[in-house]
């Protein structure tokens, strides 16, 4: 059974950073696609970033510069550096598991889920 689980979020001030991690159990995460997308209060679930199985990452414009994600093969885990965060950047950060080998935006080609994890951002 696949189970991931999202840490990290909190509340910050416009201009600060958060890293969120996302831990993997019953799937090797460098065997696959793993992306991070966020839901904002009244908005659909959204992709924000993804990494390959070659390590090349996908961002969306929105965060384009100020988002990294990378992965630890050896803690099996995921991670999300968000600096110069702002308000737009408010809401629950979920991270998937693609259910093939390639990246997508789509989140029905995402198997794999884990519970969010809260990021509000204030002005």
């Known amino acids: 059974q696949v189970q991931l689980v999202e840490s990290g979020g909190g509340s910050v001030q416009a201009g600060g950073s958060l890293r969120l991690s996302c831990a993997a159990s019953?799937?090797?995460?460098?065997?696959?696609?793993v992306a991070w997308f966020r839901q904002s209060p009244g908005k659909e679930r959204s992709f924000v970033a993804a990494?390959?199985?070659?390590?090349?990452?996908y961002y969306a414009d929105s965060v384009k510069g100020r988002f990294t994600m990378s992965r630890d093969g050896a803690k099996n885990t995921a991670y999300l550096q968000m600096n110069n965060l702002n308000a737009d950047d408010t809401g629950v950060y979920y991270c998937?598991?693609?259910?093939?080998?390639?990246?997508?935006?789509?989140?029905?080609?995402?198997?794999?889920w884990g519970q969010g994890t809260q990021v509000t951002v204030s002005s």
């Open positions: 019953g799937r090797t995460l460098s065997n696959y696609p």
């Open positions: 990494l390959d199985r070659n390590g090349s990452t």
């Open positions: 998937a598991v693609a259910r093939g080998i390639f990246i997508t935006r789509r989140t029905s080609d995402y198997a794999y």
